[in-house]
């Protein structure tokens, strides 16, 4: 009786365990957005020595969209620098990014402007909820044999819908 009792209850908790990810990954809306406004750190240059040497970089900011059937619209794509001091604006009217589509926005080595603690603002929105984006900001750069490159991801600071 206690083997037939503990091979049930062992086969209950295994289609629990294999009917859970269903569950959760199927049914689990809460990560859907309509719209958010994101922060994402950039870094025009960072600084290495004793005596605090700019490492000029290149700074790319990419937007994914990541929702495999619905698109989203950039709204708002704009620089700003180390003491939050707007630089660049980017998008003048929305930008559509189809489905799995992606956008980029390059700042150039030579341009110091940003700073350090150089940043972007995205605004994105949808009709219906959808995955949102990955928005990530990539560092590289180079001088004499040393190359150094790194990103940032965004992180969401507003619910606009």
């Given at each position: 009786?206690?083997?037939?009792?503990?091979?049930?209850?062992?086969?209950?908790?295994?289609?629990?365990?294999?009917?859970?990810?269903?569950?959760?990954?199927?049914?689990?809306?809460?990560?859907?957005?309509?719209?958010?406004?994101?922060?994402?750190?950039?870094?025009?240059?960072?600084?290495?020595?004793?005596?605090?040497?700019?490492?000029?970089?290149?700074?790319?900011?990419?937007?994914?969209?990541?929702?495999?059937?619905?698109?989203?619209?950039?709204?708002?794509?704009?620089?700003?620098?180390?003491?939050?001091?707007?630089?660049?604006?980017?998008?003048?009217?929305?930008?559509?990014?189809?489905?799995?589509?992606?956008?980029?926005?390059?700042i150039a080595e030579k341009d110091e402007s940003g700073g350090s603690g150089a940043n972007f603002l995205v605004e994105w929105q949808s009709d219906i909820p959808?995955?949102?984006?990955?928005?990530?900001?990539?560092?590289?750069?180079?001088?004499?044999?040393?190359?150094?490159?790194?990103?940032?991801?965004?992180?969401?600071?507003?619910?606009?819908?």
């Amino acid at each position: 009786m206690t083997k037939i009792f503990s091979s049930t209850i062992t086969g209950v908790l295994l289609c629990i365990c294999w009917l859970c990810p269903l569950a959760v990954n199927g049914a689990d809306y809460s990560g859907l957005s309509k719209g958010q406004v994101l922060y994402v750190p950039a870094y025009s240059h960072i600084y290495s020595g004793n005596k605090e040497k700019p490492f000029l970089l290149t700074v790319t900011l990419s937007v994914r969209n990541i929702d495999p059937k619905n698109p989203i619209r950039l709204m708002l794509v704009d620089y700003y620098e180390t003491q939050g001091k707007l630089l660049k604006q980017y998008v003048f009217e929305p930008v559509q990014l189809k489905p799995l589509d992606s956008q980029r926005y390059i700042i150039a080595e030579k341009d110091e402007s940003g700073g350090s603690g150089a940043n972007f603002l995205v605004e994105w929105q949808s009709d219906i909820p959808v995955n949102p984006p990955i928005v990530e900001s990539i560092m590289i750069g180079a001088q004499f044999q040393q190359g150094i490159s790194f990103t940032s991801r965004a992180r969401e600071i507003l619910e606009t819908k």
